[in-house]
């Protein structure tokens, strides 16, 4: 199983990036996968989810109505679409499957920052 994450940045307060999350070693279709972050001195936190049934959505209360997640099945990549980013967004965000134990990708490097 491997998860990379891409998509991470520097961005002023305001603005947007879009995190993916590229997956193999197992069959994508199959399983929910989540976005984690963790920022400087503070525990990691689930940020969203997104089963694989019915493409049903989680978000936690601090990035609903911001972040959009979605799934291309047929590219085993889940995306996190992050708008009006706020200097509170600045963290690692991982992406994360569960398949008889956890999985994480490496993180990428997301700052919000004039």
């Known amino acids: 199983v491997q998860l990379v994450e891409s998509g991470g940045g520097l961005v002023q307060p305001g603005g947007s990036l879009r995190l993916s999350c590229a997956a193999s070693g197992f069959t994508f279709d199959d399983y929910a996968i989540a976005w984690f972050r963790q920022a400087p001195g503070k525990e990691r936190e689930g940020v969203s989810c997104?089963?694989?049934?019915?493409?049903?959505?989680y978000y936690a209360n601090s990035v609903k109505g911001r972040f959009t997640i979605s799934r291309d099945n047929a590219k085993s990549t889940v995306f996190l679409q992050m708008n009006s980013l706020k200097p509170e967004d600045t963290a690692v965000y991982y992406c994360?499957?569960?398949?008889?134990?956890?999985?994480w990708g490496q993180g990428t490097q997301v700052t919000v920052s004039s």
């Open positions: 994360k499957i569960g398949i008889v134990q956890d999985y």
């Open positions: 997104i089963n694989n049934s019915d493409g049903t959505t």
